[in-house]
């Protein structure tokens, strides 16, 4: 394949799986007539997102699916030939128990093509999910994908992972909301937008990829959602979304073309001056003497 289409949803999934897996068929034949190759839903598409962030595990948490369960099955059977990234949050066994993750799922009309579980959990997400452990590309029919969920492109390191691993696309799914300790009467003046756009643009241009970006909409117990889906080139321009409304943002690109002419001269990965670095743990601020 040479051109890709890629979109990005920004859309109101709640706890209906019912309804929801009713919504998805013009979602994405919405998407089939625009041409779209790769379609990225939204984090949470399937049961929801959490009702709020600081004590989640008190309030009606998202219903759990199987990875092999008829809900993933469903939406295997409406890709077809369209690679479709879908948020839901994972049943699965660690040591005999049952826990839950955050999870992603890329599949295609042959089956199940990559897995990411989220691995930064923040505020209190960590009473209602368990933590991935790591990040890993994997090959599609649009070429190879890295996937990421909402907070895990806070940080740096989880992009560069997938663009190390070989991923020219990154589809990050989010349910990211509008900030909680500092709201703004305008979508377009609030923190969190800002941020979500920023870390969007800075992880597509510091690792010269293609960025889809999706997110939830509305408004789901106490949390808003912002929107903003969109698709970012490797310069880190954004070149299609939807804002704050519901909606599919669309653009066609040549990706290996692309990411190959950004890096013909300034090839951040390449140049990377690894033993500069010292990537080990956080030890904490340290005393500058109040300088």
Request: proline residues 4%; aromatic residues 6%.
């Amino acid at each position: 394949m040479t051109a890709v289409t890629m979109g990005a949803v920004a859309a109101h999934f709640g706890r209906d799986v019912d309804r929801t897996l009713a919504k998805l068929p013009g979602i994405v034949e919405q998407a089939r007539s625009r041409g779209v190759d790769l379609l990225v839903l939204p984090d949470a598409t399937i049961g929801g997102y959490l009702h709020e962030l600081y004590h989640p595990g008190g309030s009606e948490l998202p219903p759990a699916v199987h990875l092999d369960g008829p809900e993933v099955a469903a939406v295997v059977a409406l890709a077809g030939d369209m690679v479709v990234c879908v948020g839901i949050a994972e049943h699965a066994v660690h040591d005999g128990r049952p826990v839950r993750h955050n999870t992603a799922v890329a599949v295609h009309g042959d089956g199940v093509l990559g897995v990411h579980r989220k691995v930064h959990l923040p505020l209190g997400e960590d009473e209602v999910y368990r933590a991935g452990d790591g990040f890993a590309a994997f090959d599609t029919p649009v070429g190879r994908v890295g996937m990421l969920i909402d907070f895990d492109k806070t940080f740096p390191e989880s992009a560069r992972t997938l663009a190390l691993d070989g991923a020219t696309l990154l589809a990050c799914l989010s349910a990211w909301p509008a900030s909680v300790t500092d709201r703004s009467d305008r979508i377009r003046n609030d923190r969190q937008a800002h941020l979500f756009d920023l870390y969007d643009c800075a992880r597509a241009a510091e690792n010269q990829v293609y960025l889809v970006s999706s997110n939830q909409t509305g408004v789901l117990g106490g949390l808003r959602f912002l929107g903003q889906a969109k698709v970012v080139d490797p310069a880190g321009e954004i070149v299609a979304k939807t804002w704050a409304k519901g909606g599919l943002a669309v653009a066609t690109a040549d990706v290996a073309s692309d990411v190959a002419r950004a890096r013909r001269t300034m090839h951040h990965l390449r140049d990377r001056a690894v033993g500069a670095y010292g990537l080990g743990a956080w030890t904490g601020a340290r005393d500058t003497g109040g300088h």
